[in-house]
């Protein structure tokens, strides 16, 4: 909304020139720039982008090496992964969690414009069937309470839309996935290209692997469905209500007696119910 489409200091204008465009092509960079803000430079904006990145990098990193770790521990993955150091570090987790990073030397090969587009295409269409997989989660989770008699009360919190909101959301989510790739059937006027097949890999590549990984496990694991009424709500569900409990008292102890402070409040009634 800030640059025009077509600047040539984009790096999306510089695809023809063989990937040649430097790191002031950011879209940020160059609104800063044309906009004359002082002490707007490409090196100060490029290193705010590149703390940005880092703090998203190690926040996904640790949640990456957690996911296996739980995994490992519950049996659905190698057991080696489940083993700690002696500071609780998922070592072998957080080695294979890292092992990834070296995508990023796809770069030498592909050139920077070509890799940037395949990662960007790659995490936008996982991080969607991730939300395909929690939407559909909260469908049947509310299906297996409701089948079970389980009332809105005894649940700390309600999703405001319900499970309409799941299912409006999960349709767009799906029509989203599906059109995730709509550009490589077009012709792109700045490479010129009428067809990309590697880029129509990567944009729907994670398709047949998710659906692979799932039915794979369930053929693999022989494991059967689950009826809303056959659901375990309430395995661990003790330990669970104790460890909540006992958090609670520690945060009445610290404010007072006061379970949340009345800007706390306003969020949770206001933009709570959207975050």
């Known amino acids: ?13 510089n695809a023809k020139s063989k990937n040649t465009a430097s790191a002031a092509a950011s879209p940020f960079v160059v609104a800063a720039l044309n906009q004359g803000v002082v002490g707007a430079s490409v090196d ?10 880092f703090s ?42 890292s092992a990834f990073c070296c995508i990023a030397f796809m ?33 049947f989770f509310v299906r297996a309470r409701k089948a079970q008699g389980v ?6 919190f309600i999703s405001p839309f319900g499970i309409r909101g799941s299912q409006i959301a999960l349709i767009f989510a799906c029509v989203i996935t599906i059109f995730n790739g709509f550009p490589d059937f077009i012709h792109d006027d700045v490479t010129g ?33 689950v009826t809303p009424m056959g659901a375990d709500l309430f395995g661990g569900k003790a330990k669970i209500d104790e460890d909540e ?14 379970l949340e402070t009345r800007w706390e409040k306003y969020y949770r009634v206001s933009l709570g119910n959207f975050f």
């Not at 909304?1 to 204008?13: C, K, R, S």
């Not at 794979?216 to 494991?223: A, D, E, N, R």
């Not at 409990?245 to 006061?258: D, H, K, S, V």
Request: aromatic share 14%; hydrophobic share 45%.
């Open 1 to 13: 909304m800030t640059v025009q489409y077509n600047n040539p200091e984009l790096l999306t204008a």
């Open 44 to 53: 100060a904006i490029n290193a705010c982008i590149l703390v940005f990145t």
């Open 56 to 97: 998203a990098a190690n926040s996904d990193l640790y949640i990456a090496t957690r996911t296996l770790y739980s995994l490992a521990m519950e049996g659905n993955a190698p057991k080696i992964f489940s083993r700690t150091n002696e500071r609780g570090v998922p070592v072998y987790a957080l080695a294979l969690s």
């Open 107 to 139: 770069c030498q090969r592909t050139g920077v414009f070509y890799a940037f587009t395949f990662l960007v295409s790659l995490v936008t269409i996982f991080g969607i069937l991730t939300w395909i997989s929690i939407l559909v989660s909260h469908i």
């Open 151 to 156: 009332p809105d009360s005894a649940l700390r």
């Open 193 to 225: 290209k009428k067809w990309d097949p590697a880029q129509f890999v990567v944009d729907y590549i994670p398709i047949p692997i998710y659906l692979i990984m799932i039915f794979g496990y369930k053929v693999f694991m022989k494991s059967e469905g």
């Open 245 to 258: 409990a006992e958090f609670l008292e520690e945060q009445r102890r610290r404010r007072g007696g006061m």
